[in-house]
């Protein structure tokens, strides 16, 4: 009953070093999505994906580049990281149009600082 | 364009007391709407949501939410608190139902007192 797992879930990086984080659902959900937070600012989407091959643009998209090569797995790298890049990142994913009405199933998050 | 407001970024109750978190939205055409919770360093889990059916919805943990149009507004509601509802709540609207994109506020935090 894992749902959706990202790893790693806590990560130091020096500036101007990449990374990428990985997310795995097993719900068999068409969309998928990237969110940081940050205090005060809620959640942003980062990117989105509607489904395998396919992804999308959120609203803080700059400096972050994913894939979605399987339907189950959607990757958020970094590749060179920036101290505004700190902060708690999450996956989502939820069922396609028309079943879908809004309920994203997040993982755990994971903490990044970027030193 | 959908936009999302909570108003208090933190919200103090005694354990008894009525609990009231307010959400304001913008959008220019029907909207979903969602409340989230989110305990310490877990993820978020939908409280509930408003899909154009009833106005007044129930979630879990005896929480409730009105859907009022007319001051496009969703606030959450319990009627008694209890020390474990302390927690993170984001009110949220539903950009398009064709991607499941949503907007999120900018989170409450609710403070539960003995």
């Known amino acids: 009953n894992a749902g959706v797992t990202q790893t790693p879930k806590f990560r130091v990086l020096k500036t101007g070093q990449s990374m990428t984080l990985l997310c795995a659902q097993d719900m068999n959900h068409e969309y998928m999505y990237w969110y940081r937070q940050d205090p005060g600012m809620g959640l942003r989407l980062i990117h989105y994906s509607v489904g395998e091959g396919t992804t999308a643009k959120g609203e803080v998209p700059d400096g972050y580049n994913v894939s979605r090569l399987k339907k189950q797995n959607f990757l958020l790298g970094l590749e060179s990281a920036a101290p505004s890049q700190t902060s708690v990142y999450f996956c989502?994913?939820?069922?396609?149009?028309?079943?879908?009405?809004?309920?994203?199933?997040f993982g755990e998050g994971s903490r990044l600082t970027v030193l | 364009a959908q936009s999302v407001t909570q108003l208090g970024s933190h919200v103090s109750v005694s354990e008894g007391a009525l609990v009231l978190l307010r959400c304001n939205y913008s959008s220019s055409v029907p909207p979903y709407l969602f409340w989230y919770v989110q305990y310490p360093n877990q993820g978020l889990q939908l409280l509930l949501k408003?899909?154009?059916?009833?106005?007044l919805v129930k979630g879990i943990n005896g929480f409730e939410a009105e859907f009022k149009k007319s001051e496009t507004s969703f606030h959450l509601t319990k009627p008694s608190a209890h020390m474990s509802d302390a927690a993170e709540y984001f009110c949220?609207?539903?950009?398009?139902?064709?991607?499941?994109?949503?907007?999120f506020g900018q989170g409450t935090t609710l403070q539960v007192k003995p």
């Open positions: 949220a609207v539903s950009a398009t139902s064709i991607t499941g994109k949503l907007i």
């Open positions: 989502a994913s939820s069922y396609s149009h028309p079943a879908n009405t809004g309920e994203l199933f």
């Open positions: 408003y899909t154009s059916a009833a106005t």
